[in-house]
């Protein structure tokens, strides 16, 4: 199976590129943004050095579908999809911070737990719980977004005290964070999973806050099944989820966790399948829709290149 992992595109009135660790992001014209998702995994930030087949359509289909699918929250960049692993929109000057959103207490969050930390990002913790518990309400943990490296967290309070982002921008970016998470729930909810954390990116532009980048992608997000959540909560057992989790938790299994002296294991083809099932399943599950591979004869590069001109060129018309 083809996976794309590279990028060098040359789109019609492009002015700049900037190559992430997942998507390769083109301007166009200083006004448009074309957004590619590629088949790069990243995990404990670092990219693997195999690409998983399917993953950028799938994240890119899944957010274009969030992402309509919340439009009457909040404003957001997309104008199209003009190939499935594309998307093009409005470029907006994006604020340095992720508002990431915790419904349960896990992951990270719950290794800090685990330590005795009981603030995040200037946010109490309840003493007494346990991991994969649901917080009394659903918590903002922002952190700074970093070009290299870990990204930082940091507390709504230092954000506006360091002028990153003005108390007034930062109070809309909550409410919307608030009320996509409660939009991303009940979605989740009707497909039979839990939404159990996420980030959104926003950015400005004329003025206005907008939504930017994916949203409740299994790049950005995590999920569990809803059902047999409260007994294996009860019996302390691990749950069942949809996330990217689990190459994290393989990887650390293998002994890998981006630490000095160790090193990166061996990707198998058979490895990486197994991985493009976990995200198919994902998107078929979270939208309810059977998965359509979109395989091509030829290069995927080429057919991605004449997809965005032929779209860039009608909305030139």
């Given at each position: ?220 997000s995590r999920y569990f ?19 990217k989790e689990f190459v ?26 197994s991985v493009s099932a ?40």
């Open positions: 199976m083809k996976a794309l992992t590279k990028t060098d595109f040359q789109f019609a009135g492009q002015t700049s590129v900037y190559h992430g660790k997942v998507r390769d992001v083109y301007t166009i014209d200083d006004d448009l943004m074309v957004m590619v998702a590629t088949d790069r995994i990243s995990a404990f930030d670092v990219i693997l050095p195999k690409g998983i087949p399917f993953k950028g359509q799938v994240l890119n289909q899944i957010a274009a579908g969030f992402l309509d699918a919340t439009s009457d929250i909040c404003p957001n960049w997309k104008l199209g999809t003009p190939d499935p692993m594309v998307t093009v929109g409005l470029k907006c000057e994006g604020f340095r911070v992720e508002m990431i959103i915790r419904g349960i207490l896990t992951g990270s969050a719950w290794r800090d737990y685990k330590k005795g930390v009981r603030e995040i990002c200037g946010v109490r913790l309840p003493d007494g719980m346990h991991e994969n518990e649901r917080f009394p309400e659903p918590i903002i943990t922002p952190t700074t977004k970093a070009d290299e490296g870990h990204d930082l967290n940091i507390s709504r309070e230092e954000i506006i005290a360091q002028g990153i982002v003005s108390a007034a921008d930062y109070a809309v970016m909550e409410d919307y964070t608030r009320k996509l998470f409660a939009r991303g729930q009940e979605i989740a909810a009707r497909r039979g999973l839990i939404l159990v954390d996420t980030k959104y990116e926003f950015g400005k532009r004329d003025g206005k806050v907008y939504l930017i980048d994916e949203i409740h992608t299994p790049d950005s099944y809803a059902e047999g959540y409260e007994e294996k909560l009860a019996k302390g057992e691990p749950q069942r989820q949809l996330s994290r938790q393989w990887l650390i299994e293998h002994g890998f966790m981006n630490e000095p002296g160790q090193q990166m294991p061996e990707i198998t083809d058979a490895y990486a399948e976990r995200y198919i399943e994902l998107y078929e599950q979270i939208t309810g829709k059977p998965f359509e591979r979109c395989v091509t004869d030829d290069d995927l590069a080429l057919r991605i290149e004449k997809n965005v001109n032929d779209y860039l060129a009608t909305l030139k018309k």
